[in-house]
C-alpha cells in the first residue's frame, strides 16, 4: 500500500485527494494546507475525512482558530508517506522540494511548475515507462494533458506527423477574482508552450499554436488540425476516440453546444464538484480538410490532471510496470471506461 500525501489542498489538491482515496492500492495518509480556506471550511463541514497538516510551522492557531483541526505539522505528515503530491503555486513546489529531499519522499509536481524541478515529465499514456524509479515527476499543465491524450491515440492508430493547435483558455478558475472582470480577448504569440509541451514528451510530433485567453471561467476549448501518416475517416477517428476511456464523444445536436453544457452535464450526473476527468469530443467536430484531419476538444481544467497524476505514482513507485498497466488500474479505481 502506497502511503500518500497531498500538500496543498485548493483546486488541484481537493480533487487530488478524493481522487487518491478513491484507489485501494493507495492510502492517502493526509492533506497539507495552511490557511483556513473555503475549500478547508467546507471539508470541515463534510465531516473531516481526511487529516490536516498545517504547512507552514507557526500558522496551526490561525487554522484552529476557523474551527479547522490540525493533526500537526508538515514534518510530521512527510514523515509517514511515500509520496507527496504537490499542488501548490507556481514556485512554492520548487521551494517544498528541499523538504521532499529532507524527508527522502518522491513528490509529483503540477503544471504550474517549471520543467527543471522534475526528473521527468509525465504523461500516462504517452511516457508512462520513462516515469519509473524516477524521484521526482512533473505533470503537463490541463490543456497539454488533454491534448496529448488525444494526438497520442491517433498517433498510435494512424502516425501523426504534425499538428497546429489553436486554444481557446478560460481566463480563471470559477470563483477566481484575483484576474479581474475582463471583456477582451488576448492572444499569445506562436508558439504556445502547450504545442511545446506536447513536443517535449512527444518529440516526433511537429506541432506549433495559438492561445487565446477568454473571459470565461468553465473550460478551455482546442482546435486540432492533425497531418496523419496514413489516412483516417472523420467516422473512423470519432470511433478511435470513443475507445479511450478519458475521453467522451459527444454531439452538439444531443445538448453539448459549449464549454458550459460539459460543467452542467457533469453537475446533472451528480458528479463532486460537477468535475470531469475525460477530455470532450465534439462528433460534428471531427472533418477532413484535404488530408489533415480536423477536431475539436474540451477541457475541464479543474479535474482532467487528476487521473495522469494517479499515473504518476503508480510509475515512480513500481506500481505497474507498464503503462497500459497502470492507467487501466487507475481508470478502474475512477470507474472510467471507453464507449467504444
Known amino acids: 500500500m502506497v ?19 478513491l484507489q485501494d492500492d493507495m492510502e492517502l495518509v493526509g ?10 471550511r467546507a ?147 506562436v508558439p504556445n508552450h502547450q504545442a511545446v509541451d506536447l513536443m517535449t514528451i512527444m518529440p516526433h510530433v511537429d506541432c506549433t499554436g495559438v492561445l487565446i485567453h477568454t473571459p470565461v471561467t468553465h473550460g478551455h476549448i482546442i482546435s486540432v488540425v492533425a497531418k496523419t501518416k496514413k489516412d483516417i475517416s472523420p467516422e473512423e477517428a470519432i470511433a478511435l476516440f470513443k475507445t479511450h476511456p478519458r475521453m467522451k464523444v459527444v454531439k452538439i445536436a444531443d445538448g453539448f453546444d459549449s464549454n458550459g453544457a460539459f460543467f452542467r452535464y457533469a453537475r446533472d450526473k451528480g458528479n463532486m464538484r460537477a468535475d470531469m476527468y475525460e477530455v470532450g469530443v465534439w462528433e460534428e467536430c471531427v472533418a477532413k480538410s484535404g488530408d489533415d484531419l480536423i477536431f475539436s476538444i474540451n477541457i475541464p481544467q479543474e479535474a482532467i490532471t487528476i487521473p495522469e497524476t494517479i499515473d504518476a505514482i503508480r510509475s515512480c513507485m513500481g506500481m505497474q510496470a507498464t503503462g497500459a498497466e497502470g492507467v487501466a488500474e487507475t481508470n478502474k479505481y475512477l470507474k472510467m471506461s471507453a464507449e467504444g
Not at 485548493?10 to 487518491?20: E, M, S
Not at 494546507?33 to 478547508?40: A, R
Open 3 to 21: 502511503k500518500v500525501a497531498v500538500i496543498g489542498y485548493g483546486v488541484i489538491g481537493q480533487r487530488l485527494a478524493d481522487g487518491v482515496a
Open 43 to 189: 471539508l470541515v463541514e463534510r465531516g473531516m475525512p481526511y487529516n490536516l497538516y498545517c504547512a507552514v510551522p507557526g500558522m496551526e492557531k490561525d487554522l484552529e482558530e476557523a474551527g479547522i483541526p490540525v493533526s500537526g505539522g508538515i514534518d510530521d505528515l512527510l514523515s509517514q508517506v511515500d509520496i507527496a503530491l504537490d499542488a501548490t503555486g507556481p514556485g512554492i513546489g520548487a521551494k517544498n522540494k528541499e523538504l521532499y529531499i529532507k524527508h527522502g519522499v518522491k513528490a509529483i509536481f503540477q503544471g504550474g511548475e517549471k520543467n527543471s524541478v522534475a526528473d521527468v515529465f509525465f504523461h500516462g499514456y504517452a511516457n508512462y515507462e520513462k516515469g519509473a524509479d524516477a524521484d521526482f515527476l512533473k505533470l503537463t499543465s490541463c490543456n497539454t494533458t488533454g491534448l496529448i491524450r488525444t494526438i497520442d491515440w491517433l498517433d498510435r492508430k494512424v502516425g501523426v506527423e504534425k499538428a497546429a493547435i489553436t486554444i481557446i483558455r478560460r481566463v480563471a478558475d470559477p470563483g477566481d477574482t484575483f484576474r479581474g472582470l475582463t471583456n477582451n480577448l488576448m492572444i499569445e504569440p
Open 31 to 40: 492533506i497539507a494546507d495552511v490557511k483556513p480556506t473555503i475549500s478547508l
